[in-house]
């Protein structure tokens, strides 16, 4: 590895200890929900305003529904959550971020979309929720690369 | 089975710190089939925590609809050189892992 | 059943379309390829290297890829070239094979049992070859072309990409040779000119996201026979090393990007 590298890398992955089980939740009503609707119950989200200040930035078009780019950012005051939403996906729940002092609200991660589907965000803020919906269309490929 | 490798990079942007993470894991969904024609089991992370000098600063609770062999960008606020980030899963078989590195 | 029904309606929907379609897929490409999943392989990949194995229980870590032995920093962006221990040109998969034999005294039928992996287990090959990659970041593509061998496994290489062979009577340009061609949703490449080389051969090795699995231009070229219905090649063969060396000149110039994704 070359140690000029501007980035750091940490040599070894290390396992923790079982009882870490125990703290950690896990929504699993909201995430078990197969309609969005039911997920926003399970998430305990009644009404979302829709908000341009949360942006979504993901391609119009997936190459591969394997691996889809999302990432969102909130400039709305006081974000304390972001949850993705994939309406058309068995189970439309795909994640939920909660940031604590110290983090800013924004994410990037790779999701998996079953088919073209609108990709919903929720930001949690000052006890309100606010909304914002892409539509990214997943073809399948050919050959190749 | 033993988790496999994961990478870190933390760096200062301007006014944040940058941490992109990638980890190894499978993320199987449980609706794939094995060439044997029998469903995989579902086997993905449900639990991330991102903490930034010892400190929790994210919380995540994600599903097996995340892309295997996550990877996942997060920006915190400041931060300094030298700084530690420590980044860790938990998956539904109570299997986890953890990486650290410090702000380049 | 659903998404080929929607696939086969976009496809004909986005006809008039098809720029837009090629422009979009073009922004999906940087954006998955940013932190690629490839990176993790680096890990495994330089254990690999250190790890002594085979009869003479040596690592590769003495193998010279043509900046000396055990130079790595830039050695994969110089790669084809001629090497005169074995006066012939190599690539960087048949190069370790070469040093797997040499150095750590394994047999070429062991070496090779396993060359292309699984989503799970990579093979050797393609572990090593995300490594030795990753230390050529940045480093311009400048494979050898002055020694007279170097000039004519190019030749032969130009030569193989229009030849045509098989059941089907492909050659490479039969779908690499025009513009504005692609498969479904996969524009494919006139990989005979710089300007579309470069950006393809600036990011091989790689991680491929439909399989999670990572990729070498030894499968590329592989796997490409194979689609054109020949048999397939023999694994770092002077045909497939031809290839790779006429794309990797064709691409000459060209930063290499490091390993990335395809799709």
């Known amino acids: 590895m070359n140690p000029l590298r501007r980035t750091l890398i940490a040599a070894l992955a290390f396992a923790i200890a079982r009882p870490l089980a125990a703290l950690a939740a896990w929504n699993k009503e909201a995430f078990s929900a197969k309609t969005p609707g039911d997920a926003l119950k399970g998430l305990g989200i009644g009404n979302a305003t829709p908000s341009k200040d949360l942006q979504i930035e993901a391609p119009e078009i997936a190459e591969n529904g394997a691996v889809v780019p999302i990432e969102i950012a909130s400039a709305i005051a006081g974000t304390s959550a972001l949850i993705v939403m994939i309406e058309k996906n068995p189970f439309p729940l795909t994640a939920r971020f909660d940031f604590k002092e110290g983090a800013l609200p924004f994410v990037k991660l790779n999701v998996k979309m079953g088919e073209t589907s609108d990709v919903r965000v929720l930001a949690e803020a000052g006890g309100k929720y606010f909304t914002a919906t892409k539509e990214i269309k997943v073809t399948i490929g050919g050959c190749g690369g | 089975m033993a988790a496999g490798p994961m990478k870190m990079r933390a760096s200062l942007g301007a006014g944040f710190t940058d941490v992109r993470v990638l980890m190894t894991h499978p993320m199987e969904t449980g609706l794939r089939k094995d060439a044997d024609g029998k469903i995989v089991p579902q086997h993905f992370i449900q639990n991330l925590t991102v903490k930034m000098n010892g400190k929790t600063v994210i919380d995540a609770q994600i599903s097996q609809a995340v892309s295997r062999n996550p990877v996942f960008s997060f920006r915190l606020k400041g931060g300094a050189k030298g700084d530690k980030i420590e980044v860790s899963w938990l998956d539904n078989h109570g299997e986890s892992a953890a990486i650290e590195a410090a702000v380049a | ?263």
């Open chain 3, 1 to 263: 059943m659903r998404l080929i029904a929607f696939a086969a309606a976009l496809f004909a929907s986005c006809a008039a379309s098809a720029q837009d379609v090629g422009k979009e897929i073009q922004r999906y490409r940087p954006m998955v390829a940013a932190g690629s999943p490839a990176e993790l392989f680096e890990l495994p990949g330089e254990e690999l290297w250190k790890k002594p194995q085979g009869p003479k229980n040596v690592s590769l870590e003495r193998c010279d890829l043509g900046e000396g032995p055990g130079v790595l920093k830039g050695a994969y962006a110089h790669l084809p070239r001629y090497f005169k221990d074995a006066d012939r040109v190599m690539d960087l998969e048949s190069r370790l094979l070469y040093c797997m034999s040499t150095l750590q005294g394994r047999s070429r039928d062991e070496a090779t049992a396993r060359v292309f992996g699984s989503a799970e287990r990579p093979s050797e090959f393609e572990l090593l070859s995300i490594y030795i990659a990753g230390e050529s970041r940045g480093v311009r593509i400048e494979p050898g072309m002055s020694q007279p061998k170097e000039k004519a496994t190019y030749e032969l290489g130009r030569a193989l990409y229009f030849h045509r062979v098989g059941a089907w009577d492909f050659s490479c340009a039969s779908c690499h040779g025009d513009e504005g061609k692609r498969i479904r949703m996969q524009e494919l490449p006139v990989l005979y000119k710089p300007q579309y080389a470069r950006p393809v051969i600036a990011s091989w090795p790689a991680y491929r996201v439909s399989t999670s699995q990572v990729i070498t231009l030894q499968w590329r070229m592989n796997d490409c026979y194979r689609q054109m219905r020949t048999p397939e090649p023999t694994f770092g063969s002077e045909t497939t090393v031809a290839l790779i060396h006429f794309l990797t000149v064709t691409a000459r110039g060209e930063p290499y990007h490091g390993p990335g994704n395809k799709r």
